[in-house]
């Protein structure tokens, strides 16, 4: 049983607790008001049902994501961004689906948002193309992160199934080949690379823009990051979008 205060904070910080520790599945008002040692319909004073806790279980996992100091290079930050968002992601695996289904929204989202369009502006974007910049470089980062969460990109055994639907590896030559390399894999080194390669693209985008977009560094130093703190916020943030 975990003891937590009886408000809507205490909820939250009581859900993520669950879902970190028995996945999704796992998160119903009932269960969590065992876990908090209180009758279920105690909680439904404080929160008015199961969606307004996810909502504020992903945003109170927002206010993790630390965000770039002031006068980073836009580069520096939008990688930044990229990786504290990785970092957080895999802290709290069991939470990848539902942050994948929930755009940014709450003040913690909503500044981590911010700190990518405006690294995206800064390195001279243009405003129209920096909506789809940022789903660019969001795609990539929440479809990598999915992956690696999921187990996707675990070590491939081509033989394996094959007691159910025997392969012949003479038909996939290309898997034959490459099969060593899908055994093995570092995270790291190639979310790097995708950002690597993501950035450079975007790059291009800033410098098509003409004369008068300054790109501010090279990108590669990393940037600093800021942490939010992440201890009590109050009340939850609105809910959008309820019924």
């Not at 770039?68 to 895999?90: H, K, M, N, Q, Y």
């Not at 490459?178 to 800033?206: H, N, Q």
């Not at 790109?215 to 703190?229: L, T």
């Amino acid at each position: 049983m975990i003891r937590a205060t009886l408000n809507a904070e205490g909820i939250f910080r009581a859900a993520l607790r669950l879902v970190d520790a028995q996945g999704l599945e796992a998160l119903t008002m009932r269960a969590l008001a065992a876990d908090m040692g209180v009758a279920p319909m105690t909680l439904y004073g404080h929160v008015p049902n199961k969606d307004d806790v996810l909502l504020g279980v992903v945003n109170l996992v927002a206010e993790e994501i630390g965000l770039p100091c002031p006068g980073t290079p836009p580069w520096d930050a939008l990688r930044s961004v990229s990786r504290e968002f990785r970092r957080v992601a895999l802290r709290h695996p069991n939470l990848v689906p539902l942050i994948v289904e929930r755009p940014p929204t709450g003040s913690a989202g909503l500044r981590t948002l911010e700190a990518a369009l405006d690294a995206l502006r800064r390195a001279g974007i243009e405003p129209a193309l920096t909506a789809p910049a940022y789903r660019i470089m969001s795609s990539f980062a929440i479809g990598f992160v999915s992956l690696e969460c999921g187990g996707y990109f675990r070590p491939v055994d081509v033989s394996a199934g094959g007691h159910i639907a025997p392969i012949d590896l003479s038909a996939v030559p290309r898997i034959a080949e490459v099969a060593p390399y899908l055994a093995d894999w570092d995270a790291d080194a190639e979310f790097e690379t995708g950002l690597d390669v993501l950035i450079s693209v975007l790059a291009g985008w800033a410098a098509s823009a003409g004369p008068g977009q300054v790109v501010e560094g090279d990108g590669r130093s990393g940037g600093h990051v800021q942490r939010v703190d992440a201890r009590a916020h109050g009340d939850p943030d609105p809910v959008i979008g309820r019924p």
